[in-house]
Every structure is written in C-alpha cells, then in structure tokens.
Nanobody, 123 residues
Framework: QERVVESGGALVQPGGSLRLSCAASGVVFRINDMSWYRQAPGNQREWVAT???????TYAASVKGRFTISRDNAKNTGYLQMNSLEPEDTAVYYC?????????????????WGQGTQVTVSS
C-alpha cells in the first residue's frame, strides 16, 4: 500500500536546526504537490509549506526565511530544513503528498498523510 513516512523529529534547543524527511513508499509513479503541516497541543493543524513537482515553493508567514522545503523526485522524498527554531515551532509535523500511484497506463491519484514526527524546541 502506498504511503508516506516522516522522520527526523527531535528535541532541539532554541536557535537550533533540524531536517525532516518525508519518504513515499509503494508503487509510486510520481509525487505532485508535497506539503508540510504542523499541530501544536490544543491547536488546529496548520499549513507550513508546499513544493510543487516543478519545485515552486510557498511558505506560511510564520516560517518564511527560516524553513526551506525541498524534494528529490528520484527518491520520492521531500524535506523540510528548519533553522533558527523557536519554542513556538514545537509541534507534531505532518507530511501530505499528492501521489500518483500504479504503473502506466493504470495510474490513479491519492492524497497521503504520514503519521507525524515530534519536534520539540526547548532549553
């Protein structure tokens, strides 16, 4: 079954950096848009960043200039580089990918969410 799995979450001090990964597995022909979201305790899940298949990126105002989203299409993997981390960045980070699955010509699209990875920013 096709799915995405996040990794890279950890405890880090304020001002530190982390890189999250989101890897797709299964019979994945292509990934269209890939996005990162986060959810802090007691808050709703919020959008963080998106990268298109062509590499166009967009960011939430709260992370622009500190976070960088990227992807490796050959590996069906996306990344979120997080710099200058603040305690307010503490959350579970989720990857969402628009997968094109199957083998041509039997292709279909599905939106896949990962299980999340915990990022804690604290001294």
């Amino acid at each position: 079954q096709e799915r995405v799995v996040e990794s890279g979450g950890a405890l880090v001090q304020p001002g530190g950096s982390l890189r999250l990964s989101c890897a797709a597995s299964g019979v994945v022909f292509r990934i269209n848009d890939m996005s990162w979201y986060r959810q802090a305790p007691g808050n709703q899940r919020e959008w963080v960043a998106t990268i298109t298949m062509e590499g166009k990126t967009t960011y939430a105002a709260s992370v622009k200039g500190r976070f960088t989203i990227s992807r490796d299409n050959a590996k069906n993997t996306g990344y979120l580089q997080m710099n200058s981390l603040e305690p307010e960045d503490t959350a579970v980070y989720y990857c969402n990918a628009d997968l094109v699955v199957g083998v041509p010509p039997w292709l279909s699209e599905q939106s896949s969410w990962g299980q999340g990875t915990q990022v804690t920013v604290s001294s």
